[in-house]
């Protein structure tokens, strides 16, 4: 399985991104995919997940009501759609995929088997 992300860049608060996490290769085993961020000098962080057999999303609280998490399934691609950006947000994205994430460690990055390369986020004040 490969996971290629896409889509961060430089903005101002505020302002909006689009992420995109394709994945490739033996997905029909995937249970949930997932985002997480790491900024400098912190670990990393759980975003937003999406369950896939019941198509429930799951987000962090320092970004409910601001970031979307949807997925293309003929494309196999996940996208986080993020608003209202704040500087606490830069950090570098990563997006994961887990075949055999459970509910309770859905926020646990250890729990995901599979990790794309990471797409850094810088918003500026």
């Known amino acids: 399985v490969q996971l290629q992300a896409s889509g961060g860049g430089l903005v101002q608060a505020g302002g909006s991104l689009t992420l995109s996490c394709v994945a490739t290769?033996?997905?029909?085993?995937?249970?949930?995919t997932a985002w997480f961020r790491q900024a400098p000098g912190k670990e990393r962080e759980f975003v937003a997940a999406f369950k896939w057999d019941s198509g429930t999303r799951y987000y962090a609280d320092s970004v409910k009501g601001r970031f979307t998490m949807s997925r293309d399934n003929a494309k196999n691609t996940v996208y986080l759609q993020m608003n209202d950006l704040k500087p606490e947000d830069t950090a570098v994205y990563y997006c994961?995929?887990?075949?055999?994430?459970?509910?309770?460690?859905?926020?646990?990055?250890?729990?995901?088997?599979?990790w794309g390369q990471g797409t850094l986020v810088t918003v500026s004040s």
């Open positions: 994961g995929i887990g075949s055999r994430v459970i509910q309770s460690s859905i926020r646990r990055a250890g729990a995901y088997d599979y």
């Open positions: 290769g033996r997905t029909f085993s995937t249970r949930v």
